[in-house]
Nanobody, 127 residues
Framework: QVQLVESGGGLVQAGGSLRLSCSAS????????MAWFRRAPGNEREFVAA?????EYAYYAESVKGRFTISKDNTLYLQMNSLKPEDTAVYYC???????????????????????WGQGTQVTVSS
């Protein structure tokens, strides 16, 4: 069973930065497609960013392009800069069930690709 654990959330003022981390057992992060999703109160779960298993390709929601950066080594990260109040949400780390799989771009945005999910970390951006 793959377990994902997020950390790094907190309260920050608008314009500030946070870096989220997602740790996992074994080679989960290095050998899988990984992603970040978020859910704001009253909203549906929303795609934020994804990274191909080899780390060569990154995909972002339009709302975070140019502000957020996804990366990984043995841990998955989400560097969030120029934060806005609308970024306030619980952020979830997610992992593909398959190892070393490559997909067409549209699949990376789809929550159904990801079988493993963390418990989430709260990010609150004050105005």
């Amino acid at each position: 069973q793959v377990q994902l654990v997020e950390s790094g959330g907190g309260l920050v003022q608008a314009g500030g930065s946070l870096r989220l981390s997602c740790s996992a057992s074994g080679r989960t992060v290095s050998d899988r497609v990984m992603a970040w999703f978020r859910r704001a109160p009253g909203n549906e779960r929303e795609f934020v960013a994804a990274l191909s298993w080899g780390g060569e390709y990154a995909y972002y929601a339009e709302s975070v392009k140019g502000r957020f950066t996804i990366s990984k080594d043995n841990t998955l990260y989400l560097q969030m800069n120029s934060l806005k109040p609308e970024d306030t949400a619980v952020y979830y780390c997610a992992a593909d069930r398959s190892l070393r799989r490559t997909y067409i771009e549209s699949r990376y945005y789809y929550h159904g690709l990801y079988s493993y999910w963390g418990q989430g970390t709260q990010v609150t951006v004050s105005s």
